[in-house]
């Protein structure tokens, strides 16, 4: 009666009789399993029953029938089969498709190189040529518009600096408008680097208090005005946090990002102190003909979702001898940029002769974006 | 059992002290690594090509020599004898139609300024120093310096003002007329050229910083 099988029983196997013990190996106490039983074959019967063991039904089986009648178990039957569909679909969508055009095929053949591409610090400078390659052309696959990328590495005898004069800034904001047309921002978050914070005059640079998205007539009466962005650190926090090193220093002094390589932690953003790192939530949209088509490959190229983005002093202008956007749109010359390293340029003049200082000194970060007044 | 309690954390302490060195090769501040590394910078970037098309000239006041934009050519009725043929006494006739309608003196108070201030009588294509000395309206930064003494020393060092074009020498910076227009020089008010609603929009919700 126990044994019967009731759907409602919980069978925890609580009224399984103990089996007593017996000599047998298979367990079984009652029925008869034959292994003291077996007789002794003759040689000529092992070999048969061998062989006949082994490929005793292809020898009656014909070839057709020897490949697509075998037996097997289930589950080698389903992971065989599975396999099989995957290389198939792999194929399909690969470049060796049979049912892509050229053009299908060649962005297929670029995806795949791009996807396994090391990490940029590590290629020598025809890997970087050959990734900025590829990058063009599958931007102009995609869209049939080109664009020009450079991997321009850092020149030699070159450390850039900024200083910001806080007695010239009116909070006109023409370099968070300059620097969004140029570095391809996300227009539909409005994502800007440039921060401009307006503060009451007398209480110091309180920044819990400055509105840095004001809109009235400028400059404001009993207010003062200055601004913050990425201050590219020599000693910097978000570099040491990266759990990938998707973003270093580089020997110019400039702290970039590769975008390929960003995992999207935002390990790194939490790590500056200056807020100077932005993230991507969503696909970074910008209209065709506002896109920046000079670009280079750790600056102003397209980002994608899910990746962190900041400014790095307009790397692809500062690198061909040019002053970032911010520098040059600002109308009261308030912002200065140049070589640290070169005794004449203007920048050293401004931190030997006029009174700099930087924000938060005291955590050791090192930045390289001095403030002074007139 | 207090002796290895003590000998743990003399372990400890010397760990320490071996792995808070800085790395070899990197600065304690970005200054130390200035002055380990200056050099004057003889590299392949020149701004010479981003200042083709503008006419330059070079100037050295005290220790700097550097490059400014020549002014003679950019004003549009230069040369101002063409019209001021006479001396300016002569051109007080009440008969004669009122030049230079449109511009109004924003710059000091009539006790400290007026045309003649700057303007040159005797030879109308040139200004005047406080000394009645000629100065060339290339060089009218030399005129401006007599009483903004101290923006001329920020200029000539290159923390007031702002380049042509690009951070590599040849060094050429904007003079004070390119950006200040001599009548009246000051900035006026405007509105910002940015707004950003998203963040307005995310203030509200209570979601920024």
């Known amino acids: ?374 | 059992m207090k002796d290895k309690h003590l000998k743990y954390f003399f372990l400890t302490m010397l760990l320490m002290v071996l792995f808070s060195c800085k790395k070899e090769g990197e600065y304690h501040s970005v200054t130390d690594k200035i002055k380990a590394e200056q050099k004057p910078y003889h590299g392949k970037l020149t701004s010479e090509d981003l200042l083709t098309g503008t006419d330059l000239i070079k100037i050295t006041e005290g220790e700097f020599t550097f490059l400014i934009p020549e002014r003679k050519g950019q004003i549009k009725s230069y040369e101002c004898i063409e019209c001021h043929s006479k001396p300016f006494e002569k051109k007080k006739n009440a008969n004669l139609k009122k030049a230079h309608w449109n511009i109004a003196l924003k710059h000091a108070n009539s006790d400290i300024m007026n045309c003649a201030t700057c303007h040159n009588e005797n030879d109308m294509n040139s200004l005047k120093s406080l000394t009645n000395q000629k100065i060339d309206i290339n060089l009218s930064y030399k005129l401006c310096s007599q009483c903004h003494s101290s923006q001329f020393n920020d200029w000539k060092g290159g923390a007031h003002g702002k380049k042509v074009a690009g951070w590599t020498p040849p060094r050429a910076s904007k003079t004070c007329v390119n950006c200040h227009n001599p009548h009246s020089p000051s900035f006026e008010k405007r509105w910002p050229v940015q707004f950003n609603t998203q963040k307005g929009i995310e203030r509200n919700d209570g979601l920024g910083h």
């Open chain 1, 1 to 374: 009666m126990s044994e019967k099988n009731k759907w409602y029983k919980l069978n925890l196997g609580l009224n399984r009789n103990k089996k007593t013990a017996t000599t047998c190996g298979c367990g079984n106490s009652e029925g008869n399993c034959n292994s003291k039983k077996e007789k002794k074959l003759s040689e000529q019967e092992f070999y048969d029953s061998a062989v006949d063991a082994s490929i005793g039904d292809e020898r009656e089986k014909d070839g057709f029938d020897q490949v697509f009648d075998v037996s097997m178990d289930r589950r080698s039957a389903f992971k065989k089969l599975t396999a099989s569909l995957l290389i198939g679909a792999g194929a399909i969508s690969s470049c060796t498709s049979v049912i892509k055009s050229d053009e299908g095929k060649e962005k297929a053949q670029i995806d795949w190189e791009e996807q396994f591409k090391g990490n940029y610090k590590l290629m020598t400078d025809e890997e970087k040529e050959k990734t900025v390659n590829r990058l063009m052309r599958s931007y102009e696959l995609r869209t049939g518009k080109n664009i020009s990328m450079s991997s321009k590495n850092a020149e030699e005898d070159v450390l850039f600096g900024y200083a910001f004069n806080i007695s010239k800034c009116q909070g006109y904001m023409n370099c968070v408008s300059a620097c969004v047309e140029e570095n391809n921002q996300d227009r539909k978050s409005q994502k800007q680097y440039i921060r401009i914070h307006e503060m009451k005059d007398g209480e110091g640079f309180n920044f819990n208090t400055a509105d840095d998205n004001y809109y009235h007539e400028v400059p404001a009466e009993g207010h003062f005005y200055m601004g913050t962005q990425c201050f590219h650190c020599d000693n910097p926090p978000c570099v040491e946090v990266c759990p990938v090193k998707a973003t270093w220093r580089e020997d110019d002094g400039i702290v970039v990002v590769d975008y390929d390589w960003c995992v999207g932690c935002r390990y790194c953003m939490a790590a500056c102190p200056y807020d100077g790192r932005r993230f991507n939530w969503t696909k970074p949209e910008v209209p065709e003909e506002e896109i920046n088509k000079n670009q280079h490959y750790l600056g102003n190229r397209m980002r994608k979702k899910g990746v962190m983005e900041k400014c790095t002093f307009c790397i692809q202008r500062s690198r061909q001898g040019q002053n970032p956007a911010c520098v040059e749109a600002c109308p009261t010359g308030a912002r200065i940029f140049g070589n640290l390293l070169d005794p004449s340029s203007t920048i050293r003049w401004v931190l030997e002769n006029k009174k700099v200082f930087r924000l938060k000194e005291d955590l050791g970060t090192e930045p390289k974006f001095w403030y002074f007044m007139d």
